[in-house]
């Protein structure tokens, strides 16, 4: 017996449509082209480096104008609770350096690609900056 869904869709139609999806081998923001060169087609120079803490080592990246020109200012950028800087912040990133800003991102502890258990945060006066 097949259950009747919104707009004529049927499990067996979904059962169908999940065998074809097709899943990209790259999982990238940049996809196919190497990141390096990504952020240079957008006019933007990507740095990344650790920062250490007496309660951890935090992840942070820098935003930057390729062609080195003065910012119009300095934007700092930080995630909520279970976020981090990847594909959002890149994106918004970008936009804030094209529009000739210096963007910087940090993932905070229990974060992205920053130490400590993922998404837990035993005192959050340890992971304010």
Known sequence: MQIQS????????LEAMAAQ?????????WGEMPEKEFYASQGV????G??????GTIFTQAFLPVRG???????CLVHGYGSDTGWTF??????LVQWGYTA???DMLGHGRSDGIHGYIPNVDKVSI
């Open 69 to 75: 020109e003065k910012p119009k200012g300095v934007v």
């Open 45 to 48: 120079k990507n740095c990344k």
């Open 21 to 29: 999806v097709i899943v990209p081998e790259t999982q990238n923001y």
């Open 104 to 106: 910087y991102a940090a």
């Open 90 to 95: 890149q994106n918004i990133a970008i936009e």
């Open 6 to 13: 919104f707009q004529g869709v049927t499990t067996s139609n």
């Open 50 to 55: 650790y920062f250490n803490t007496q309660n």
